[in-house]
Nanobody
Framework: QVQLVESGGGLVQPGGSLKLSCAAS????????MGWFRQAPGKEREFVAT????????SYANFVMGRFTISRDNAKNTVHLQMNALKLEDTAVYFC?????????????????WGQGTQVTVSS
């Protein structure tokens, strides 16, 4: 019933930009904090960014600080990840996740729902 669908992934050159989107349905969107995680081949899934239910609080992984921006539009049940100054090591499948507790957390085990992911490939 709850669905999170990511979009916006693709191929981009180093230094380029990409905007990911996540459309949520089947839940009261404003009652959930939202997060982005990523998983590169051969590596475990890692935290990227999160935003509180109200949108007033955010948290970022150190490796994306200053390059990525998370935002949400509760009227449209969407969360976005604006990715700038992309690096080769940003290549991964990016996942959208929802946490019903409203707080911001970096722990993937705290998230209740997950999307299927969208592939981001950074290559020259």
């Amino acid at each position: 019933q709850v669905q999170l669908v990511e979009s916006g992934g693709g191929l981009v050159q180093p230094g380029g930009s990409l905007k990911l989107s996540c459309a949520a349905s089947g839940l009261t969107f404003g009652s959930y904090a939202m997060g982005w995680f990523r998983q590169a081949p051969g590596k475990e899934r890692e935290f990227v960014a999160t935003i509180s239910g109200s949108g007033f609080s955010t948290s970022y992984a150190n490796f994306v600080m200053g390059r990525f921006t998370i935002s949400r539009d509760n009227a449209k049940n969407t969360v976005h990840l604006q990715m700038n100054a992309l690096k080769l090591e940003d290549t991964a499948v990016y996942f959208c996740a929802a946490d019903r507790r409203l707080g911001v957390t970096t722990r993937e085990q705290d998230y209740d729902y997950w999307g299927q992911g969208t592939q981001v490939t950074v290559s020259s």
